[in-house]
């Protein structure tokens, strides 16, 4: 699982951002797909939800009345007025979105640098613009990411290793912090939740 976090934080053509969640259990992976596919409509971006064998194949329960639920977001749809571009220049980077069949709209995609038309570039101009614009979005995500028992001791997991470190935790009598959300990581959760640690232990999932 070291090794699939790995590939899906680098994993691409070119350089681009992404949303990367890591589930713990079955209640986690309920809300943070929901979660995921609400990034990725709003701010029109890849959502990678990492799972394992555990977990999937796994019997899990849980009270559906302590369960969060995630609200579908509808993206920004394209208002119909003037020339329609996929990947029009904004200031928070967030393009109105079309569809394919859409009365006006002539959608374009590409997995080659684009201009606002969704038309492939080579030029600097345009390829800074389209990149600063990716940044803004991405940066805009982090944000949001970012919102959502004292110790001088702590375990760090992820994933499947959740389980594992909670039951070693409480018998110890430590705290256990576990990112739910990989990338963008989200830094000053994790450094609220260290305040006070002097002793951290990370477990990681390889066989080195």
């Known amino acids: ?27 986690e992976a ?27 194949e796994s019997t899990f329960s849980f ?10 977001q509808k993206p920004l749809i394209w208002n119909g007025k003037g020339s329609y571009l996929r990947y029009k220049e904004t200031k928070n980077g967030i393009s109105p979105l079309s569809f394919p069949g859409t009365k006006g709209a002539l959608v374009k995609g590409t997995g080659y640098e684009h201009n606002e038309m969704g038309i492939a570039t080579e030029d600097e101009k345009e390829i800074e613009l389209m990149q600063n614009k990716r940044m803004r979005k991405y940066e805009l995500m982090k944000k949001e990411v970012n919102k959502i028992k004292n110790s001088k001791k ?25 990112p ?29």
């Open 1 to 27: 699982m070291q090794s699939d976090l790995i590939y899906v934080l680098s994993a691409g053509h070119g350089e681009f951002e992404r949303l990367v969640v890591a589930p713990g259990d079955a209640e």
């Open 30 to 56: 309920f809300y943070l797909t929901g979660l995921a596919m609400n990034i990725s409509w709003k701010y029109q971006m890849l959502s990678i939800v990492i799972s394992d064998k555990e977990v999937s």
């Open 63 to 72: 009270d559906e009345k302590n369960t969060i639920f995630v609200t579908p």
């Open 154 to 178: 702590a375990v760090m997991a992820w994933g499947l290793t959740k389980g594992p470190a909670i039951e070693a935790a409480e018998k110890l009598g430590i705290k256990v912090i576990q």
């Open 180 to 208: 739910l959300i990989l990338n963008p990581f989200p830094e000053s959760q994790i450094k609220k939740a260290l305040l006070g640690v002097n002793q951290l232990l990370v477990v990681e999932v390889n066989t080195d």
